[in-house]
């Protein structure tokens, strides 16, 4: 049905069956009008170990395909709404997006020469995975491919950005940006928290459902 399916895109290293991906399947469930998707990018350790994020945007691509999902509604947290808005930007099919800490561009090693270097060098970096609560292997292609990435593409229709002011780990003046570039598409929701946004899920759920 159209407007009834929702995605939610989880964060870097991390799952589905997070916080905010457990909580808001949760409220869904009193919907069983929507059908409701929590996406796993990596779901074994060699997904993550080769992870890219034109991988990672074929792979929704063929999920929302075989599911028949078209149109939905997207939920990205963090640098699962980089992959989202990307998917967005080429595939549409999106009615509305709700991006939560969003990374809107890629990022990954920014800032550090000298540890860009390192894993350039090594070709893979030991990296902490939430959803597997480890550490495990991260190659280098994810720095080549992210490049790809490295501005921000325009909103294929509405959105709103809910965004911690104290997030250290994705800046809320991307957000900022972003939003005073596209005043007639993106409502920007700012709120006292830092990048996990976990103590404001009723908020993020008031910007998911629908009336």
């Given amino acids: 049905m159209p407007g009834k399916n929702v995605i939610f895109l989880h964060g870097f290293a991390s799952s589905g069956k997070g916080k905010k991906?457990?909580?808001?399947?949760?409220?869904?469930?009193?919907?069983?009008?929507?059908?409701?998707?929590?996406?796993?990018?990596?779901?074994?350790?060699?997904?993550?170990?080769?992870?890219?994020?034109?991988?990672?945007?074929?792979?929704?691509?063929?999920?929302?395909?075989?599911?028949?999902?078209?149109?939905?509604?997207?939920?990205?947290?963090?640098?699962?709404?980089?992959?989202?808005?990307?998917?967005?930007?080429?595939?549409?099919?999106?009615?509305?997006?709700?991006?939560?800490?969003?990374?809107?561009?890629?990022?990954?090693?920014?800032?550090?020469?000298?540890?860009?270097?390192?894993?350039?060098?090594k070709g893979v970096e030991q990296v902490f995975h939430y959803g597997f609560n480890r550490s495990l292997p991260l190659r280098y292609e994810l720095e080549i491919d992210g490049r790809l990435y490295a501005e921000a593409p325009p909103p294929s229709g509405p959105v709103t950005i809910v965004h911690g002011t104290g997030d250290k780990v994705v800046p809320v003046e991307s957000s900022r940006r972003y939003a005073a570039g596209y005043p007639e598409l993106v409502n920007l929701i700012e709120v006292e928290a830092g990048h996990d946004l976990n103590g404001h899920l009723e908020l993020i759920w008031e910007q998911v459902k629908w009336e």
């Fill in 21 to 121: 991906g457990d909580y808001l399947g949760g409220r869904f469930k009193e919907h069983p009008e929507v059908t409701f998707k929590a996406f796993e990018f990596t779901p074994t350790p060699k997904d993550f170990e080769y992870m890219t994020i034109t991988g990672m945007i074929g792979r929704l691509r063929q999920y929302v395909v075989d599911h028949s999902l078209e149109p939905f509604l997207m939920v990205g947290s963090s640098f699962g709404a980089l992959v989202g808005m990307n998917y967005a930007h080429r595939f549409g099919g999106i009615d509305r997006s709700v991006l939560l800490a969003p990374a809107l561009s890629y990022s990954l090693s920014a800032g550090s020469a000298e540890t860009d270097e390192a894993w350039r060098n």
